[in-house]
């Protein structure tokens, strides 16, 4: 496994952010490290099942009942920008 | 009155026998917490209208046995509180107030405790305990030149709070626990509910205790733990009178010492030392020591870093200036929404979500993320394995002393260094407590006890007997 200088701005652009050069530069040396720590355990994993919790998770739908939920003017209460109804956010397209 | 000695018992004695009131406690606590805010900053928010009102709402009896009304508390700030704000140590999360209380804030508040503010952490509790707060570093009251690791820890040993929450993502409550002297548990994964805690790992976090002792987190414990139907990780396991289950003889118990153990990376001498200094009056209690192969055990911290990444990429990428949170100025949405994240988030948890995403991206995910997940069953199983054989594994917690700040807030690794040993029980989602060990120097450090799950009362058991005769003498503030 190898990373680039490229890998890491792509993914930057992905998680919604702008890395500094230096930034880029200490993560690309970071990562680096952690793909060779990585390799050390790649052939120890072939044929294991993931886990991605460590309990198992029965279900996430409760029983179709009406219950009291956040109203609306609180959980519009933090936003940086909202009218009583929505959210406002700036225009979607570049002028 | 004392306050770096208090415990929970101690202050319960006091209100039973008239010594004091809720009024006179609350307030010299505050008085404290603000004086000491000063010197170590603990805490990232310290609010006397909502501490009054909590105070003033105590309806509980105080000085009952078992009892945590009046007990004054401080939560991790990425637990939400209604009416105080949750910073999450970040930026971008300033001016954030919950519209609604975690379930264990709920618990706690039923209970009667006073919650005296919230404590600084880890932007979002990711890192190793190093202190990337945006609200700066806390420092520890043994030592004012190193970390405390969490501010919730750093208020427990300087005597503002008798008892803390925090979160525990890949051993950040533990590690707090070793560098402050106190103790640290974090349960079992599902039981404490986990509703309204900002975790960045929602595999992986936990919520667990902070205090000076066994009883102290016996009581907290019986409080907060239980089945809770808003998170569908919770578990519906009875919850034990745990103050009955720390009593008793440790003879007969088995402990595991890991093979190769002083083999782990950083190890310092002092705390080999420490480690093997316990593990002689374990073994004078009647402990059985036996030695166990884990192999898979020194790949926890890279696998967890690598799962944490990816779950972090994902579960705080709604921190983007719409809903809540700061907002960048910008032109249009996808400026907003880089400018707010760039702007607001730390370089650490910038580099850490950015592995994350790259973690997560079609060339690294099988070969990466699908690799450590792959590892997370083999570590499980090796360690599930071992648990038939032995009631608990011993390592040291961190196999070095606090750092020193100085050296703290230097481009941090996104493989946390201090997470060698106490990272295996978050991919398991066992229970693990800190144990505190070399308590009479300025470097306090920690024993960690991992156990099965839901027996968090068998390690409390080893606290309390290893903590009997300690006659510890807490920093003076």
């Known amino acids: ?95 | 009155m004392n306050f770096s000695n208090l415990t929970i018992q101690e202050v319960n004695h006091m209100y039973k026998e008239g010594q004091t009131t809720l009024n006179e406690l609350s307030s010299k606590f505050f008085d404290r917490a603000k004086n000491v805010q000063d010197k170590y900053n603990a805490f990232i928010t310290l609010d006397s209208d909502y501490y009054n009102n909590v105070v003033e709402d105590i309806s509980e009896e105080l000085g009952e046995d078992h009892s945590l009304a009046g007990i004054p508390a401080v939560l991790g700030d990425n637990i939400c509180t209604k009416n105080l704000r949750t910073t999450c140590g970040s930026k971008i999360m300033e001016n954030y107030i919950s519209p609604f209380n975690a379930q264990v804030v709920d618990k706690l508040l039923e209970a009667g405790v006073i919650i005296s503010g919230k404590g600084n952490i880890d932007e979002f509790g990711a890192g190793d305990s190093k202190g990337s707060s945006y609200y700066g570093h806390s420092k520890n009251p043994w030592n004012e030149k190193i970390t405390p690791g969490n501010g919730a820890a750093c208020a427990i040993a300087s005597g503002t709070a008798l008892f803390g929450l925090a979160s525990d993502a890949s051993g950040n409550l533990r590690q707090s626990a070793a560098y402050c002297g106190i103790a640290g548990l974090k349960p079992t994964y599902g039981r404490v509910s986990r509703y309204g805690l900002i975790d960045y790992a929602p595999s992986l976090d936990q919520i667990g205790i902070l205090a000076k002792n066994a009883r102290d987190i016996a009581l907290v414990l019986a409080c907060t733990a239980g089945k809770d139907s808003r998170d569908v990780t919770s578990l519906d396991n009875p919850v034990p009178k745990y103050i009955n289950e720390i009593q008793g003889q440790l003879e007969g118990l088995k402990v595991g010492i890991v093979k190769n153990w002083e083999e782990a990376g950083s190890l310092e001498n002092e705390v080999k030392k420490s480690f093997q200094k316990e593990i002689e009056t374990l073994k004078e209690k009647g402990v059985k020591i036996i030695e166990v192969d884990i192999p898979s055990l020194f790949h926890s911290s890279t696998v967890t870093a690598i799962i944490g990444a990816v779950e972090a990429f994902s579960n705080l990428a709604n921190f983007d200036g719409v809903r809540f949170g700061c907002r960048a100025e910008s032109k249009h949405l996808h400026e907003m929404y880089i400018k707010t994240r760039t702007e607001g988030l730390g370089t650490y948890l910038k580099r850490f979500l950015t592995f994350g995403a790259m973690a997560s991206s079609e060339k690294h995910f099988n070969s990466l993320f699908l690799t450590a997940q792959k590892m997370r069953t083999k570590i499980i199983k090796e360690l599930q394995k071992t648990l038939e054989e032995v009631d608990m594994i011993a390592t040291p917690t961190v196999p070095f002393q606090a750092p020193s700040l100085e050296s703290s807030g230097k481009d941090e690794g996104i493989t946390g260094s201090a997470d060698v040993f106490t990272s295996a029980a978050n991919l398991a989602g066992l229970p693990a407590i800190s144990i505190p060990v070399n308590i009479d120097t300025s470097t306090p450090t920690g024993f960690q006890l991992m156990g099965r799950t839901f027996e968090e009362g068998t390690l409390l058991k080893v606290l309390h007997s290893l903590e009997i005769n300690k006659n510890i003498q807490w920093p003076t503030v």
Not at chain 1, 1 to 10: F, G, P, R, Y
Not at chain 1, 31 to 53: M, R, S
């Open chain 1, 1 to 95: 496994m190898t990373v680039s200088l490229e890998e890491i701005k792509k993914a930057a652009w992905d998680a919604r952010l702008e890395l500094t050069s230096r930034e880029e530069e200490v993560l690309l040396e970071e990562v680096t490290q952690l793909f060779e720590k990585a390799a050390t355990f790649i052939k120890n994993a072939e044929g294991i099942d993931p886990t991605f919790y460590p309990v198992s998770i029965t279900s996430v739908m409760r029983e179709d009942k009406i219950q009291p939920s956040l109203p609306v003017s609180k959980a519009l209460s933090n936003a940086p920008d909202a009218d009583d109804f929505c959210f406002h956010v700036p225009r979607i397209i570049e002028e």
